[in-house]
Each structure stands twice: as structure tokens, then as C-alpha cells.
């Protein structure tokens, strides 16, 4: 890939081939829905800062480039969950948030001459996840960067970042795509031919219109159980109205693997119950604001480990309420 295949952000683009010229150093907060290119866009910075035929442009032949793109370049980082999990040697399913160990080993890593590239680079993935003591620590770097590294703070989630982490970072925002670039990024990902009847596939076109603008969302749910699970989503919201919390917990729900759930099962959950209030948003029915805005709230406390059977049961109480 290069800057120029990246599909549907040409500001956001634009945007990193200015800051590629001046060679800027000034940490970037990447901001804008899940799935919608902040993490690939990175990396290609990433990619053409390396690159050893000295391009404006990653070439994506070069030692460096590949390695970037195979994610073993050792100047290059993805900080996110799933690197702590490793780091710390436990499961991903315990790590709730950016911990000011995880951050403390980079900033000395930052500190450190570089390997074998021109520059150092730290992704921190989810950056809403940072504690306070990590935010702290990071702050420090973010201030003042050593010389050629480059910080790229990437979130869904804006306004959970601590003021003073906005205040470091030039904010570059990411917008959910329309159906044509979601189409051509699907098509491009899943290796199909772009002038084959992929787009005339009623399934696909179902995909991009439960997706809103979001590939990375688009190709999670790709699977017909995932596709169904949204079907499910819709009809719960579309009885919210009309039934009580114990009705609704009553009929169960297929994608729930145990009779009692885990904290991810039930994010999914909500995480699904999202898209049918947000195209009823987008309609015009301003009153799903409301609802979403609950949805939001009761992700955010199963990433705080409050009981997750608890969180989705208050929640399901909350929506009868708004949506009677």
C-alpha cells in the first residue's frame, strides 16, 4: 500500500503528507470511528519515514517496508492491549487498559537510539484506554519528543482522552466512509475481482449499510453469524418499546456462548444494539440520541470492570424507559 491507496480520507491524508515534507516531529492524535483506516494510515506514515529508497512515498519493496508491513520492524511499535498482553504475559481478556508500566518501557525505548531505521515510531492504539499515571508519563515525551520519533495516538473515542494529551497532539479526524468507498476497500480486501457482481450481492450491499461507514466493522461482521447477530440487534430495539427488561433477558440471545456471559459477549452485545439506533439516529428520529448515548456509557463501564451482567441489565431497564 502507499498514502495514495488509503480510500475516503483525502483531508487525513493530505494532512500526513504535509507533515511527512516538514519531517514535523509534533505527536498526531488520529480521531474518528472504529475500523475507518487510523491504524493503516499510521503505519504508512510509519512506512515512508523508514523507507530506504528514500521515497516521499512507503515503497513497499525495501527491507524496511516489509518489515513494517510483517510488524517485526524493531524502531516500529503498535502499543495496544494485545502487545501488554505479551508484554505482561497474560490474557488479552484481562487487560482493560494502558498501563503506566507498558509506558514507562516505551518511553525508555523512545529514549534509545534507534535500530536499524531513520526513525522511531510508537502507535498507542486506543489511547482512551491510557490510566492516569500512564497519561502522565506519556505526557512528558509528548512535550518534548527526542529527536526523529514520531507518536501517533489513535482513538474512537476523543473526548475519554485526558485534556492535557489533546492539548500535545495535532488532532487529525477520520470520517465514516460512503457506500462506494466501502465498497472499494471490501473489494480491495477481500482480493475479489472489482469489476465482478460482488456489489450487485444483496448479502454485500446488507454489509455496507450494517457497517455505517466503517470497514474494519464491515469485516467483523463478514460472517453470517456476525450478519445475524445484527438481525438480532435490530429486532431487540425495535421491541425495546414494548417489553420489559425480564421479557427481553427471558428470550435469551443466540450469541451469548454460556448462560452466563463474558464481559466481551456482552460488549459485543451492545457494541451490536449500536447499529440499529444509530441508522434510526441517522434517519432523523432525533430521540435516539438518548439511547445511544446509554449504550456509549455501558461500554465504557465494562471497560471499567464493573459486573458486566449487572451493566447490561441496567442498561436493558434504561432503554424500556427512553423508548416508551
Known amino acids: 500500500m502507499s498514502l495514495s491507496s488509503i480510500i475516503g480520507q483525502p483531508l487525513a491524508v493530505d494532512l500526513a503528507r504535509q507533515w511527512l515534507k516538514r519531517e514535523a516531529n509534533q505527536p498526531l492524535l488520529f480521531h474518528g470511528p472504529e475500523g475507518t483506516g487510523k491504524r493503516t494510515l499510521a503505519l504508512e506514515m510509519a512506512k515512508a519515514l523508514n523507507c530506504t529508497n528514500k521515497r516521499a512515498d512507503s515503497c513497499d519493496a525495501c527491507n524496511s517496508c516489509r518489515k513494517i508491513t510483517a510488524g517485526n520492524h524493531p524502531d516500529v511499535r503498535v502499543v495496544n492491549l494485545e502487545y501488554q498482553a505479551v508484554e505482561r504475559e497474560e490474557a488479552v481478556a484481562k487487560q482493560q487498559t494502558l498501563r503506566i508500566e507498558t509506558i514507562l518501557e516505551e518511553r525508555r525505548r523512545l529514549l534509545q537510539s534507534a535500530v536499524e ?14 490510566t492516569a499515571d500512564a497519561a502522565n508519563v506519556l505526557l512528558k515525551i ?41 465498497r472499494q476497500v471490501l473489494t480491495r480486501l477481500s482480493g475479489s475481482d472489482p469489476n465482478g457482481d460482488m456489489g450487485s450481492d444483496p448479502r454485500f450491499a446488507r454489509l455496507i449499510e450494517l457497517a455505517l461507514g466503517s470497514p474494519g466493522r464491515a469485516l467483523h461482521m463478514s460472517r453470517d453469524e456476525q450478519i445475524e447477530g445484527i438481525r438480532e440487534a435490530e429486532a431487540l430495539w425495535q421491541s425495546l418499546p414494548g417489553e420489559s427488561p425480564a ?10 456462548k454460556s448462560a452466563r456471559p463474558t464481559r466481551a459477549e456482552i460488549e459485543e452485545r451492545v457494541r451490536r444494539l449500536l447499529v440499529p439506533a ?17 449504550m456509549e456509557e455501558a461500554l465504557i463501564k465494562l471497560r471499567q470492570n464493573v459486573q458486566p451482567g449487572l451493566v447490561y441489565d441496567y442498561l436493558l431497564m434504561q432503554l424500556t424507559q427512553q423508548r416508551k
Not at 474512537?156 to 462506494?180: E, G, H, I, K
Not at 441508522?279 to 446509554?294: E, H, V
Open 278 to 294: 444509530t441508522q434510526t439516529l441517522r434517519s432523523g428520529d432525533a430521540a435516539a440520541a438518548a439511547p445511544i448515548r446509554l
Open 142 to 182: 509528548l512535550e518534548e519528543p527526542p529527536p526523529r520519533t514520531a507518536l501517533f495516538l489513535l482513538t474512537a473515542f476523543r473526548d475519554r482522552l485526558f485534556a492535557t494529551l489533546l492539548s500535545r497532539c495535532q488532532p487529525v479526524r477520520f470520517r465514516p466512509l460512503n457506500d462506494d468507498e466501502m
Open 117 to 130: 531505521g531513520s526513525w522511531k515510531v510508537t502507535i498507542i492504539d486506543e489511547a482512551h484506554r491510557l
Open 247 to 256: 421479557s427481553i433477558g427471558a428470550r435469551g440471545d443466540p450469541s451469548m
